[in-house]
């Protein structure tokens, strides 16, 4: 979607540049956010997301609250010397060694909530963590009151994936409907209900964007190339805009895994793996549906390009059918 961009660009801007970092925000996952917005994700997560990981701590740690706030210090004070991977972490601060599901971040996902902690790369497969305060010294870090922020967030929010729902604002941070529903009666100066073709119900639009979504739709690309985790499929509740319901299970895998998928003319039609070498790309695609010559055609066209952009001298599709 950006061939523009070079393919080791993500790596530069989290390593050398820092204008991207790594840490746990929507829905409590992991997101790489542009470094300047770490502050207003934060602000909209940072309080309630780390007083639930307190209590995990409390309950399955066998510590109280002051017992887990010098765990947290202690955690602080061992990165003040530079980044530490896990094992490193868990050497300078025994405790750490307790907390469960650590693989899943859960040993520091409280100071990464409130911007103490960042991801900063990894050691083999390790993850690799820093003090934000060292990482990004420069970085204008000022979290705005969690009301103005999420009030931030919304607007971003409906700016990118409008017309929605409260609920599609919901699943796609994690929180109560309550307190969606709360944001959205503050920023009502913002936001406006808007009729849908073929919806029975009424959505939510920024009022500076309603001149717009009264146009024609832009031309739909014939393929496009969707990575795991893609945000255009975790942007609304209902996934029926590019999935049909019949096909969500081929998408949405246990464990929170969910698929790579090739929209044709935007509509989702297959799935699709790679494996990578130095020198060659192999993709594997399983069709959610009939994909005929052409469309075929177009999407192993589509996967040469990707292979060119990563450095691949060749690349294969192997069709599923």
Same mark, same amino acid.
């Given at each position: ?18 204008? @991207? ?16 917005? @770490? ?51 868990? !050497? ?90 709360? %944001? ?58 590019? @999935? ?26 297959? %799935? ?22 052409? !469309? ?18 060749? %690349? ?6």
């Amino acid at each position: 979607r950006c061939p523009s961009a070079p393919y080791t660009w993500t790596d530069r801007a989290l390593a050398r540049e820092r204008s @991207l970092v790594k840490t746990w925000c929507l829905r409590g996952t992991l997101h790489a956010l542009a470094a300047d917005d @770490l502050a207003l994700m934060v602000g909209s997560f940072g309080e309630r997301y780390h007083l639930a990981i307190e209590r995990v701590m409390l309950r399955m740690c066998d510590m109280d609250t002051a017992a887990w706030y010098r765990v947290e210090q202690d955690t602080l004070h061992a990165l003040t010397a530079g980044p530490l991977d896990r094992t490193a972490l868990h !050497a300078a601060v025994p405790r750490l060694r307790d907390v469960p599901w650590a693989g899943w971040g859960e040993d520091v996902k409280g100071l990464a909530y409130q911007g103490d902690l960042l991801m900063v790369g990894s050691k083999g497969s390790r993850p690799v963590f820093a003090r934000r305060d060292n990482w990004l010294p420069d970085l204008r870090f000022r979290p705005r009151t969690r009301i103005k922020s999420l009030e931030e967030l919304l607007a971003r929010y409906l700016r990118t994936f409008a017309p929605a729902t409260l609920t599609d604002f919901a699943h796609w941070t994690g929180l109560p409907i309550a307190t969606v529903r709360e %944001t959205v009666v503050r920023a009502t100066r913002l936001v406006v209900s808007v009729a849908v073709e073929g919806r029975n119900s009424s959505l939510l639009a920024l009022a500076e964007d309603v001149d717009v979504l009264q146009k024609p739709l832009p031309d739909v690309p014939a393929v496009t190339l969707l990575p795991k985790f893609d945000a255009l499929l975790l942007a609304w509740k209902d996934p029926s805009r590019v @999935l049909d319901g019949g096909d969500r299970g081929a998408v949405f895998r246990p464990a929170g895994q969910i698929e790579a998928v090739i929209l044709l003319r935007g509509h989702a039609a297959a %799935t699709w793996r790679v494996k990578q070498t130095p020198s060659s790309m192999h993709v594997t695609v399983t069709p959610l549906q009939r994909v005929g010559v052409v !469309a075929r055609r177009q999407v192993e066209a589509a996967f040469e390009g990707l292979g060119a952009w990563t450095g691949a001298r060749s %690349t294969t599709v192997n069709w599923q059918d």
